[in-house]
Nanobody, 127 residues
């Protein structure tokens, strides 16, 4: 079965850190661009970060620049989102998505734009 498996979410205090993982199951990520998204209760889904298939291009939402870092390890067929200096407003369900296109870093909000979606992992930032 082809899917993305997310992990790493949880409860953390403001200023803390979490590292989210997005692992491909049944396929490799070598030719896939990756996007990270989040959705807070009562709010629309928003793009957080993206990385091209080779890792050469990355982009971040203004709200997370300087605090979050996207990366990937194609040998481990896994992408990551390192989240530092977390704030309560970062609280959301975080999703990763994969698109089989090379050289593109996209944060498209269209669900059907992406080939695969993770199941989502809850991140809660609270004191």
């Amino acid at each position: 079965q082809l899917q993305l498996v997310e992990s790493g979410g949880g409860l953390v205090q403001p200023g803390g850190s979490l590292r989210l993982s997005c692992a491909a199951s049944g396929f490799t990520l070598d030719y896939f661009g990756i996007g990270w998204f989040r959705q807070a209760p009562g709010k629309e889904r928003e793009g957080v970060s993206c990385i091209s298939s080779s890792g050469s291009t990355t982009n971040y939402a203004n709200s997370v620049k300087g605090r979050f870092t996207i990366s990937r390890d194609n040998a481990k067929t896994t992408a990551y989102l390192q989240m530092n200096s977390l704030k309560p407003e970062d609280t959301a369900v975080y999703y990763c998505a994969a698109l089989r296109v090379q050289g593109v870093c996209s944060m498209s909000l269209r669900y059907d734009f992406w080939d695969f979606w993770g199941q989502g992992t809850q991140v809660t930032v609270s004191s």
